[in-house]
């Protein structure tokens, strides 16, 4: 499971109130990810890391912002959630062989 | 803009029968994956395809990949009940940092 770890598993919540998910990786990698699973629309690419305190914007990144303090851990923010972000997030790492791998996922609900 | 289009999207095939799964990619790219999804769980790395060329087998899956052609393939053989899943390919866009734009999914059915 490449040392992956999200929390909350599972979240619901109100429209309008702040939201942080957590990404916890225990092997040091470089590269980290944030996306999301609708369905019909596969996985989309949220926000991603590339370092301590570098990040980037993915494809679906309107309503999110993304922090890395730490190299271990890559936090997601819904500033102000809406329903259109119900959806299950996963976290990614990508390491030095180009293996992307995926974390457990948090199923979130916004109402 | 990179797209990434898998086909078939819906897949029900008898135990014991083979059968492909394609994936065809948009733009310029060297890296694919494919990964397996079970109902209500996580992704599972099948393959990654780093070159022209590149075939890898596990099992009863086999993935290749032609990038002159912007083409991979998920050939299945022999299927068996436990392959059910939903099967993804991925491309990476090649802007850096792995970023990978997914196919919309191949829902596999074995029925016995």
């Known amino acids: 499971d490449a040392g992956i770890t999200q929390s909350p598993r599972h979240k619901v919540t109100e429209t309008g109130t702040p939201v942080t998910l957590r990404c916890h990786q225990t092997?040091?990698?470089?590269?980290m990810y944030w996306y999301r699973q609708d369905p019909g629309h596969g996985l989309r690419l949220i926000h991603y890391?590339?370092?301590?305190?570098?990040?980037d914007k993915g494809e679906v990144s309107d309503g999110y912002s993304v922090s890395r303090s730490k190299t271990e851990d890559f936090l997601l923010t819904l500033e102000s959630a809406t329903s259109s972000q119900t959806s299950v997030y996963f976290c990614?790492?990508?390491?030095?062989?180009?293996?992307?791998?995926f974390g457990p996922g948090t199923r979130l609900t916004v109402l | 803009e990179l797209k990434v289009e898998q086909n078939p999207l819906f897949l029900s095939m008898q135990e014991g029968k083979n059968y492909t799964i394609y994936c065809n990619y948009s733009t310029t790219s060297d890296r694919l994956y494919w990964y397996r999804q079970d109902p209500g769980k996580s992704l599972e790395s099948l393959f990654v395809l780093l070159s022209n060329g590149a075939v890898k087998q596990e099992g009863r899956l086999m993935a290749s990949l032609d990038t002159k052609a912007r083409l991979s393939t998920l050939h299945i053989t022999a299927a068996v009940h436990d392959l059910s899943a939903t099967y993804f390919c991925a491309v990476d866009s090649g802007a850096g940092s792995y970023q990978l734009t997914f196919g919309k999914g191949t829902k596999l059915s074995v029925i016995p």
């Open positions: 092997e040091n990698h470089r590269y």
């Open positions: 890391s590339y370092g301590v305190k570098d990040t």
């Open positions: 990614a790492i990508t390491n030095r062989a180009h293996e992307q791998f």
